[in-house]
Nanobody, 117 residues
Framework: QVQLVESGGGLVQPGKSLRLSCAASGSVLSINSMGWFRQVPGKERELVARITDDGSTKYLDSVKGRFTISRDNAKNTVYLQMDKLKPEDTAVYYC???????????WGQGTQVTVSS
């Protein structure tokens, strides 16, 4: 099993930056990929960015060129650097890990990001 702990959320003005961190513990060697999702009330959770074992990345179209996902394997941590933030980026952001042969999903507790002047 895997435990995910997020940090780095908060209130930020439009145009500013924020970095989220997600530290994984437990059976981390079986993690296949890690990613960030976000959710606003009344909407489905959506994939923001994902990074695989080989370093391949995937982004939601609306964040391409503004957000960057990266991972530090030595620290078992994945980061989401969010630049040029917009009010529509406001959401609860969740860290996700796909684990094992079946790509079982593990989730963090979520961290609130609010972009407002």
């Amino acid at each position: 099993q895997v435990q995910l702990v997020e940090s780095g959320g908060g209130l930020v003005q439009p145009g500013k930056s924020l970095r989220l961190s997600c530290a994984a513990s437990g059976s981390v060697l079986s993690i296949n990929s890690m990613g960030w999702f976000r959710q606003v009330p009344g909407k489905e959770r959506e994939l923001v960015a994902r990074i695989t074992d080989d370093g391949s990345t995937k982004y939601l179209d609306s964040v391409k060129g503004r957000f960057t996902i990266s991972r530090d394997n030595a620290k078992n941590t994945v980061y989401l650097q969010m630049d040029k933030l917009k009010p529509e980026d406001t959401a609860v952001y969740y860290c996700n890990a796909e684990w094992g042969i079946t790509d079982r999903d593990y989730w963090g507790q979520g961290t609130q990001v609010t972009v407002s002047s």
